[in-house]
């Protein structure tokens, strides 16, 4: 079973667009069921000038028809307002010549052969997250579907973590919808909203660390059997490939290596009356073994560094003259950690319903669902 997707589009440019293949026929959708996740996007504090600008909405160009996915690939657009008349320079337009630490400028102006490095800035740029997100917000749809929800929250941002439990209940999700900074902990969140306050004083930037969690994900996803098909792997490198991403782990990841066996592995049990009988009452392996989903929620955190843009620039080097200078500022946020967290829901939405494609298949939802109820029935025997 196919599932790919893709984006295209700058962030000055007329509009952001993705493309998803492999999403089956039958299934509900409409802007209405992308929107939300856009508007999620956008909010947060530490956010920047271009949020109160744009105002997405996702257009659908093909793959849905009165309301339905028709089993073609999907299309959709999200226009950008903060654009540029396409194919000319703004007046008083000026060549980014200086890179800025951390970003891609110049390493993308010397792979590209680049004397203005805004053609790198622009298809790098944080933006080019609206259309995956859109294209997650479809892939949660059909996850909704099978039970599958997929929620996140912000666990550090700076030096401030958040006392947070083992497992998030309903209740904290809520309250997580409602905090500014995505974080159920209001003491912590009073605290990162001064920290962020200080980096703004102080023309700083500031990371952070995010938790991403699936609910409801049955047992049998991905595969052992070719490194390519590893869940945790795919999972991995989907959410590294995330702008400003240092740093994934699943699970208790890379405090496992600090702990002995028997405080690492989870005992398994059975109990009939479970959705899927077998389960753990601990979940270190974050619901992945061997490169299979467990039954257990899947659990991936995610370190994001700073900002590269500061309002007050480190040092650089002209790309054209060779000289010293300041880095390039340009419109940028403080903080984007809380957005971060939307943003992996839905690259975390887009491989687990890539998963389930590919374990259940079939050309139609009502085919899937058949399929995943026989599978479910097989495992509770």
């Not at 970003?103 to 010397?110: I, K, P, R, V, W």
């Not at 997250?129 to 996140?152: E, M, N, P, Q, Y």
């Not at 070719?226 to 991995?236: E, F, N, P, T």
């Amino acid at each position: 079973m196919v599932w790919k997707y893709m984006t295209a589009g700058e962030s000055h440019g007329p509009a952001v667009v993705g493309f998803l293949e492999g999403m089956p026929a039958g299934l509900p959708l409409g802007p209405a069921d992308i929107d939300p996740d856009l508007a999620r996007r956008q909010v947060g504090y530490g956010r920047g000038a271009r949020m109160a600008i744009e105002k997405d909405r996702a257009e659908f160009l093909g793959g849905v028809r009165f309301g339905r996915t028709t089993g073609a690939p999907l299309s959709l657009m999200v226009r950008n307002r903060g654009r540029e008349e396409f194919g000319k320079k703004p007046r008083g337009y000026e060549p980014l010549v200086l890179p800025r630490p951390g970003h891609t400028d110049l390493a993308g102006a010397l792979k590209y052969g680049l004397d203005d490095m805004r053609d790198v800035l622009e298809r790098a740029s944080a933006r080019e997250t609206a259309a995956r997100c859109a294209l997650g917000a479809c892939a949660r749809k059909l996850l909704d579907r099978f039970g599958i929800a997929v929620h996140s929250l912000v666990e550090r941002i700076g030096s401030v973590e958040a006392s947070l439990p083992e497992k998030i209940g309903a209740a904290e999700w809520k309250r997580v919808e409602k905090s500014p900074l995505r974080c159920p902990d209001s003491k912590a969140v009073a605290a990162m909203k001064n920290t962020i306050d200080g980096a703004v004083q102080g023309g700083d930037t500031l990371g952070g660390r995010v938790r991403v969690v699936a609910e409801g994900v049955p047992p049998g996803l991905g595969s052992h059997s070719q490194w390519d098909r590893k869940l945790d792997g795919r999972l991995a490198g989907a959410l590294m490939a995330l702008p400003a991403i240092k740093g994934v782990e699943i699970g208790l990841g890379f405090e496992a290596a600090e702990r002995p066996g028997s405080e690492v592995h989870d005992p398994i049990y059975y109990d009939p009356g479970r959705p899927f009988g077998f389960f753990r009452r601990s979940n270190r392996a974050g619901g992945i073994e061997g490169g299979i989903s467990n039954g257990e929620e899947i659990v991936c955190r995610l370190a994001m560094k700073p900002i590269p843009t500061l309002q007050k620039p480190l040092r650089t080097v002209d790309i054209r003259s060779r000289k010293p200078g300041k880095a390039a500022v340009v419109r940028s946020d403080v903080c984007a950690v809380p957005a971060l967290g939307v943003i992996a829901e839905s690259v975390v939405a887009l491989e687990l319903a890539g998963a389930m494609r590919e374990k259940f298949g079939g050309d139609s939802l009502r085919e899937m669902k058949a399929n995943y109820r026989h599978y479910v029935g097989k495992i509770r025997k």
